[in-house]
């Protein structure tokens, strides 16, 4: 009885069979292949599974398990293979048996057109492939039977895999829609034709990939070119100033960075996965080990000549895009250390002036203290005076009101000047 583990982690399974997720296929020769790569968004790809029971309906079977992104089927003669990618799905449609013309009776032709015509997305790639076995140990007729299906001016082959197999191509869609590839089998084992195959297919796909960012590159580059333009303006308008105050310059800048931001958010995963798949070119290449067939150039060769142009424009596209918002962030930064500085310079203007009125306020305030002394000094005796004049009518003594008031006014502006001074002292306290 096997040993109790702890609990698995949710992911293990979908972890551990993601290396066994993308098989190869058997093949040996003869054998035909249809292969298509469409683009699919997230509405479409919800589709696929419906369309593709369509066509299991019409060979009288039923789809189990929708929700799995690979799936292999053998309907007879004909076998599928569907993958979902994260961009794209593949439909593989093979078919074993002997024919006369690798390219004139393809699998496809076995399939309903409707229903290959309404698979849902938009066909990358499509190519037929024939698999042969070697018609003769020489390389010369192997080519003068594979350059009949070509377009001989981009004609390209290869030596492929450790067993000398051969594969030729034009990278021509061709009438029908399709792109062609012979690949010429000198495989001992199955297995090997199948792995060459994959290769041959995943550097057709990735290379289509990888290209979806060459119209955007271009398109980009005229428009960064006009933003590096604007840009300049902008600083040259910073370093040797302009009829704009500096916060209308800031206020443009800060727009522009905005349209910068937008420009990079909507063009940096398109970049980024350009790289990647460049990158997987190059690296389906290698585990290729071409050998070259004289008199035609290589496959790596080839694309290798023709893609760095795209690669390097979608590169310097995706450096100037990465570039320019440190420049905008650089000539942001400058022109706010410089508001800030003047903003520095009015604020302390701004408390000079505020000292000045407040000591302004001050000396206002004493003279109105002093005022007020007088004031409440003058009233407070008059009133005295009244009292003392109520007095010498109802009282038996006669006094003069005017000495008594003139006696007064010391008294009553000493106890009103230290009053005021304690309700000042008083409020000055509960302020702090």
Request: proline residues 5%; aromatic residues 8%; hydrophobic residues 40%.
């Amino acid at each position: 009885m096997p040993s109790p583990l702890p609990n698995d982690f949710p992911q293990r399974h979908e972890l551990n069979n993601e290396v066994h997720a993308r098989p190869y296929e058997i093949l040996h020769a003869p054998e035909q292949i249809s292969y298509l790569a469409v683009l699919v968004n997230e509405h479409e790809r919800v589709r696929e599974w419906e369309h593709f029971s369509i066509l299991l309906a019409h060979y009288g079977q039923t789809l189990q398990q929708q929700e799995r992104n690979h799936l292999n089927l053998n309907l007879g003669d004909l076998r599928i293979k569907i993958e979902r990618h994260q961009e794209f799905t593949s439909y593989k449609f093979i078919r074993h048996g002997e024919y006369d013309d690798p390219f004139n009776t393809p699998v496809s032709n076995d399939l309903p057109s409707d229903w290959l015509a309404t698979i849902p997305g938009q066909t990358l790639v499509a190519m037929h492939i024939a698999i042969i076995s070697s018609p003769a140990s020489e390389t010369e007729s192997s080519l003068m039977e594979a350059a009949p299906h070509f377009d001989n001016a981009t004609l390209v082959g290869s030596k492929v895999g450790r067993h000398a197999n051969r594969t030729y191509t034009d990278f021509r869609i061709h009438a029908d829609g399709y792109t062609r590839m012979l690949f010429i089998d000198k495989n001992p084992l199955p297995t090997q034709t199948g792995r060459l195959i994959l290769r041959l297919l995943e550097v057709e796909t990735y290379r289509m990939l990888a290209l979806l960012a060459l119209p955007t590159a271009r398109n980009l580059i005229v428009a960064l070119a006009k933003a590096d333009e604007k840009l300049t303006l902008i600083t040259d308008a910073i370093a040797r100033g302009s009829d704009k105050t500096d916060e209308q310059l800031l206020e443009e800048l800060t727009q522009f960075a905005a349209t910068v931001e937008h420009m990079v958010s909507a063009n940096y995963y398109r970049f980024a996965a350009s790289r990647s798949y460049f990158g997987l070119v190059a690296n389906r290449l290698t585990e290729l080990r071409e050998a070259p067939i004289e008199g035609i150039p290589t496959l790596g060769g080839f694309l290798n000549r023709r893609l760095d142009p795209a690669r390097q424009t979608c590169d310097s596209a995706a450096r100037w895009l990465e570039l320019l918002p440190n420049r905008v962030s650089h000539a942001s930064e400058l022109l706010r250390s410089r508001v800030d500085v003047k903003r520095e310079a009015q604020n302390q203007s701004l408390l000079v002036a505020m000292n000045q009125r407040a000591e302004l306020q001050l000396h206002m305030q004493q003279t109105v203290e002093g005022l007020s002394v007088a004031a409440i000094t003058y009233y407070a005796v008059s009133l005295i005076g009244y009292l003392v004049k109520v007095s010498d009518y109802v009282g038996p003594w006669r006094v003069d009101a005017d000495i008594i008031r003139a006696a007064a006014i010391p008294l009553v502006a000493g106890l009103v000047y230290f009053g005021i001074r304690r309700i000042k002292h008083t409020v000055h306290n509960t302020e702090k």
